[in-house]
């Protein structure tokens, strides 16, 4: 007899794409997690009317497609717009003006690699979260009763700040449907618990790392709006080689 404990999906957090090799993900639907800034970006685009994106992980493939399609290129490497792109992975710059029913070929230094690497591993199904479309996310997690996996696509494999705590606000949201064996969940949790009353505040004070990489390049308007929830509340699915809004 089955219980009834074996029919609730699982769901876990995986703080590092170097991690998710360690889990089988034939069966799961993967929350691609890169808060600073694609997977914000994408929501923006989506939100704002884009037709779809197309992710894409390295830059030359990005050029190509740009070359062969009419789409807008845009990508970053170490933060900074990449060689031969129009773009950058702004998500201030898609406005609607801008964006609406054009397609996006996006690459991205963590976000885009991490997605292709959950495609190559068979994931039952990929959609992007981001604080941006979080209320949406959450709800389409628990709508399809599937077993999830949180993928943070970190720095270059290096478990960062924002990425772990986009993944606890969502196990904070939704853990009553699932079940949940995953130390690393309740470490984003924790972490999302104490920060949640000023996520920005926080980054500065932990001197998170990706916050002074962007601060830097002078985008504190990126990481302001890449903090706030829901301002491009749309589910972003990843469908036919493509993202769409769902």
Not at 125 to 141: A, K, M, P, Q, R
Request: charged share 20%; with cysteine; proline share 2%.
């Amino acid at each position: 007899m089955t219980s009834k404990k074996s029919k609730v999906p699982s769901l876990n957090t995986v703080l590092s794409p170097s991690l998710l090799k360690l889990y089988d993900i034939s069966n799961s639907t993967v929350v691609i997690i890169d808060i600073l800034r694609a997977t914000s970006t994408i929501a923006a685009a989506l939100y704002n009317g884009a037709k779809a994106v197309i992710p894409v992980d390295s830059v030359a493939d990005c050029i190509k497609l740009g070359k062969q399609m009419e789409v807008i290129t845009a990508g970053e490497r170490d933060g900074k717009i990449a060689e031969g792109l129009q773009y950058g992975n702004t998500p201030l710059q898609y406005t609607a003006d801008f964006i609406k029913g054009k397609t996006l070929v996006l690459t991205t230094t963590n976000g885009t690699k991490l997605l292709h690497v959950a495609l190559a591993a068979n994931a039952k199904g990929i959609i992007t979260g981001s604080f941006c479309n979080i209320s949406s996310v959450c709800d389409y997690l628990v709508n399809q009763k599937t077993n999830v996996i949180l993928a943070c696509a970190a720095w270059k494999n290096r478990i960062n700040i924002e990425d772990t705590l986009f993944a606890g606000a969502v196990m904070n949201r939704v853990k009553e449907n699932f079940d949940i064996n995953c130390d690393a969940s309740q470490i984003a949790e924790t972490l999302y618990l104490q920060a949640k009353g000023d996520l920005l505040g926080f980054m500065q004070e932990k001197n998170a790392s990706h916050y002074h990489r962007l601060m830097n390049f002078g985008l504190e308007k990126d990481i302001e709006f890449c903090l706030t929830e829901d301002n491009a509340n749309i589910p972003t699915l990843y469908s036919g080689g493509r993202l769409i809004a769902g």
